[in-house]
């Protein structure tokens, strides 16, 4: 049984997603590396500030049109891109103490599951589209008929029923009426 051409784009999109997710990975694995081999005896230091820098940047480049293209596949841990900004430069990360150190690295691990999870996530995705399954990619979501409320409407619409409600109390129970009504009253004595 052949995809439609309707499976066969999806399936186009899901293994662009794929991609991009698995260069992001590398690229997250590279920027380790460039960290890791910074305090080691004999290391061109300047060459991996420039390489730590350039890496820097192609990942928040790519960060943005990863979680662009993914939409609701997007899992990527929420502090990835923090660690990348947080680390200004290889220099100022080993003047820190050796825990901010640990910290940091325990944070890339964090985000590098969180990037396997997701990649992870897309090639069962890409598995499921081969055998035919519908999929939905990135914020693609199916159309839905008949519309819906919108969340201003539906704060709206709860508003006016707590409202209705307690007037609808007011004026229904005797003891909770004649209680205000007197009150009212004296107001105006």
């Not at 460039?34 to 960060?63: C, D, M, T, W």
């Not at 979680?67 to 609701?72: D, K, Q, S």
């Not at 409600?165 to 205000?180: C, E, F, H, K, S």
Request: proline letters at 3%; one cysteine or more; charged letters at 25%.
């Amino acid at each position: 049984m052949g995809l439609s051409k309707s499976q066969l784009k999806t399936l186009e999109a899901i293994d662009k997603n794929v991609e991009l997710c698995r260069e992001f990975m590398n690229d997250w694995l590279l920027f380790n590396q460039i960290l890791s081999a910074y305090p080691s005896p004999g290391v061109n230091k300047a060459q991996l500030e420039n390489q730590f820098l350039k890496i820097k940047s192609k990942l928040a480049r790519e960060h943005k049109v990863l979680r662009e293209n993914l939409g609701l596949d997007y899992n990527i841990d929420g502090n990835t891109m923090n660690i990348v900004s947080g680390a200004t430069n290889l220099e100022t990360i080993y003047s820190q103490s050796e825990v901010a150190v640990k910290k940091l690295q325990n944070e890339w691990h964090r985000a590098f599951i969180s990037i396997n999870e997701t990649l992870g996530g897309l090639e069962d995705k890409k598995r499921r589209a081969e055998a035919g399954e519908k999929i939905f990619v990135g914020s693609q979501m199916p159309a839905v008929r008949g519309g819906g409320m919108s969340p201003k409407a539906k704060k709206n619409l709860i508003t006016f029923l707590v409202i209705a409600a307690i007037v609808g109390a007011l004026v229904a129970i005797p003891q909770v009426r004649d209680m205000y009504t007197s009150a009212f009253k004296d107001i105006f004595k």
